[in-house]
């Protein structure tokens, strides 16, 4: 009897592995059991993470990877009320049902991993505090750059420092887009269909080419870096579709190549109690600035706080391989956080699962003040299409002078038929001043069009 006891006690206190429940079997979902299923020469603490329940739409479609006949399920439910799953590894995508299964996760005591942007940028305060009241963890490396290491280096690496700003090309399919129209000289539309016909781009491409899909991730990104939730409503977004390559022709003779930025930063740098300006836009980068030179499907994320300075994450931000490289990641560290409980407590009890690890744990449940736009200070580029006639450009500088926009350039170069093209780059302004002063250009006799407007970085 007494060495039942024992050995009861014994078994209760030993690590006996760690079980997924994996949700998707798509492209990340399949990346991930493949590493999963391929551990030599990885971290040793894999051996003890088991693929206990894969969950999937259909029994029948072929797949890349082999499992067992009983791991396989239809019934995604089942898997997240399954006591014997320790964590749920999202990566089904979308809002529902992702939102659903991951909030009844959690409730039920798993921790879970998620590559889910689009779920965590609008569920995040549900999901995170329904996350702490449980106890639990939700870890989502793979929710923005793809494989490249930065929400663990925001939250735990970087967090001692003061960031003051968080600057991501964050979005591979526009930066892709952007690049061959660099390269080519081409349209934005010719370079979306072939990126299209080539697979770099999706049948729907709204939510890249719109910005949105960079909108989830900075507003990720802010809130870690910043410690403070964001609302996805304050993120201002705008994509891709109306850069021209006579802009990009025009921006490459000033110095610059345009990127899709998407940024957030301390109007402030100095005061970390100043509000945060959260945007996302296509964005004229210095030739010499760090994010210049990343092309194609390439990400990368230029952290700068104090007292660091600059740090800049690069690497591949989408493709099955380096996602499954996050979502391991992810798994591994709760893995080795359920090792090291269990093997120091028999049962976990309220108090315990109560005291989270902070640096693994969201620690903020307030939301972060955000500036509005007109209270943006920055330097724009804008192109105007005018009659070709004496005054004209004095008239454009009175008007910017108006509003106390100084020009740091003005150019002439090329004509679009009749129509003269002036090119103008101001210095830092309000970003209300200049929204005037361009009211007030628009009404001016000799002005055509303002056929582009755009911000410099
Ligand atoms: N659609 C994303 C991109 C990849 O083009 O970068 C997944 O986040």
Do not use: W
Request: net charge negative; aromatic share 6%; charged share 20%.
């Amino acid at each position: 009897m007494l060495y039942l006891q024992l050995l009861l006690v014994k078994l209760g206190t030993k690590f006996v592995g760690v079980k997924l429940g994996i949700l998707g079997l798509g492209t990340v979902g399949t990346g991930t059991v493949q590493l999963l299923q391929d551990k030599t020469g990885r971290h040793p603490l894999l051996q003890e993470i088991e693929i206990y329940r894969v969950g999937v739409r259909s029994l029948d479609k072929p797949r890349a990877v082999q499992l067992p006949t009983d791991v396989l399920t239809t019934d995604l439910e089942a898997i997240v009320n399954d006591p014997a799953v320790d964590i749920i590894v999202e990566v089904i995508g979308g809002l529902e049902p992702a939102r659903s299964l991951i909030l009844k996760a959690l409730s039920n005591g798993k921790h879970v991993v998620t590559a889910n942007k689009a779920a965590i940028a609008r569920f995040g305060a549900e999901i995170f505090t329904t996350a702490n009241q449980s106890g639990v963890y939700v870890m989502l490396e793979a929710a923005v750059g793809g494989g490249i290491p930065v929400i663990q280096p925001l939250k735990q690496s970087l967090s001692v420092n003061r960031i003051h700003t968080v600057t991501g090309i964050v979005n591979g399919t526009t930066n892709y887009i952007l690049t061959r129209m660099q390269t080519e000289g081409s349209n934005f539309s010719d370079v979306l269909a072939d990126a299209q016909r080539l697979g770099y781009a999706e049948a729907d491409p709204t939510a890249d080419i719109d910005g949105l899909d960079a909108a989830d991730k900075i507003a990720i990104l802010a809130s870690l870096g910043f410690g403070g939730r964001i609302n996805l409503k304050d993120v201002y977004t705008e994509g891709i579709r109306q850069v021209s390559k006579t802009d990009i022709a025009y921006a490459e003779k000033l110095g610059f190549v345009i990127k899709l930025l998407a940024i957030a930063k301390r109007i402030t740098p100095s005061s970390p109690s100043s509000p945060l300006s959260l945007r996302v836009h296509p964005t004229l980068v210095p030739q010499a600035h760090p994010l210049a030179s990343i092309n194609g499907v390439y990400n990368a994320i230029l952290v700068e706080g104090e007292p660091i300075g600059q740090v800049m994450f690069f690497g591949p931000g989408a493709g099955a391989g380096a996602t499954a490289s996050a979502v391991t990641s992810d798994i591994l560290n709760l893995a080795a956080t359920l090792k090291t409980q269990r093997v120091t407590t028999e049962k976990l009890d309220q108090s315990q699962i109560g005291s989270l690890n902070p640096l693994l744990a969201c620690g903020h449940d307030e939301y972060s003040q955000i500036a509005p736009m007109a209270e943006l200070i920055t330097r724009f580029y804008a192109r105007f299409l005018t009659n070709d006639q004496p005054g004209v450009i004095g008239k454009l500088g009175t008007c910017f002078g108006n509003y106390g926009v100084s020009l740091e350039s003005i150019v002439q170069t090329g004509f679009q038929g009749e129509l003269a093209e002036i090119v103008v780059v101001t210095h830092d302004v309000p970003e209300g001043n200049f929204r005037q002063a361009l009211a007030e250009i628009e009404n001016l006799e000799a002005i055509e069009s303002i056929p582009s407007l755009l911000r410099v970085l």
